[in-house]
Structure formats: C-alpha cells, structure tokens
C-alpha cells in the first residue's frame, strides 16, 4: 500500500505531467504555423511521451492501492521566439522536471518504500535522457545558424 503522502506528491507530478504534455503540444502548434513540420512532429511525440509519464504514474499509484488524481491544469504559453529559445526551454524546462523526480524519490526514500522508489529510478533514467537530447538540439541550433535551421527541422521529423 502507497502512502497517502506519496500518493499525493505522485498525483501532483501526474498533473505537472499532463501540463508538460500540454506544453510541448503548444509549442508543436506554434511550429507548425511558422513552418517548421520537423520541430512540430518531435513537439508532438514530446506531448504524447508526457502523457505516458502521467498514465504510468497514474496506473502505478491505482496499482498500489491509492487513487490517481489529476489536479487542475494550468495554461500554457502560447507563443514563442526562435527555435533555439524555444528548445532552450525545453531544456530548463526538462532540468525543472528533473528536480521534481528526484523529490519523489526522496519521498519515497523517506516514507522507506523500495517499491516506489524502484519505479521512480526509471523516471530518473529517462529524464537524464529527455535533458541530454535537448540539450543535444539546443548544441546543435547554436552552431548551425539560420542555414542549418532546415536541415534540423528535417532530421527532428524523422523521430
């Protein structure tokens, strides 16, 4: 059985979940209307991988005997610069998240569930990758100018 305190600090990341994905779908529309389809396609894959986050969470917790919740879910930004600085958000933003997995774990830590801090160790995994590969696009974006601007659209639509 989860602890109603790390069921509800899982439920708050189940919702901070929901709006990274709503994030990440704002900045596939705003893509998509300046032209860029690449970028769009990986913000939409980006969306959709949020999502999974919050319904693994959220089976994780039903699983556990504890109720998942979603909580509101505040709105987005809507519009956006560049490129570069829009993946330069993805970036912090990723960075952010990253600090919200550890704090789990270190709740999970606290209330002596090895259960729970097992399944968070995966997130962990996966957010040193997630910040790593935005890191990788904003590298990249700085060196290749606006010449080389298309040719990442291009690639990031093979995702």
């Avoid at 509800?8 to 901070?16: D, L, R």
């Avoid at 610069?81 to 952010?96: A, D, I, R, T």
């Avoid at 590969?133 to 290749?144: F, M, R």
Wanted: with cysteine; charged share 25%.
């Amino acid at each position: 059985m989860i602890s109603e305190k790390l069921q509800n600090a899982i439920n708050e990341q189940i919702t901070a979940e929901m709006w990274s994905s709503n994030l990440y779908l704002s900045m596939s529309f705003y893509f998509a209307c300046e032209g860029f389809d690449g970028f769009a396609h990986w913000m939409k894959k980006q969306s959709q991988e949020e999502l999974e986050h919050a319904y693994t969470m959220a089976d994780y917790v039903t699983k556990r005997g504890g109720k998942a919740k979603i909580d509101k879910i505040d709105v987005v930004p809507q519009g956006w610069g560049s490129p570069l600085e829009v993946f330069q958000h993805v970036y912090e933003h990723e960075c952010k998240v990253s600090k919200m997995i550890d704090n789990l774990v270190s709740i999970a830590s606290a209330e002596k569930d090895n259960a729970t801090q097992d399944f968070l160790w995966g997130f962990v995994r996966e957010q040193v990758e997630e910040e790593a590969t935005a890191q990788g696009i904003v590298d990249k974006l700085k060196k290749a100018g606006d010449t080389g601007l298309l040719f990442i659209d291009a690639q990031l639509a093979k995702r």
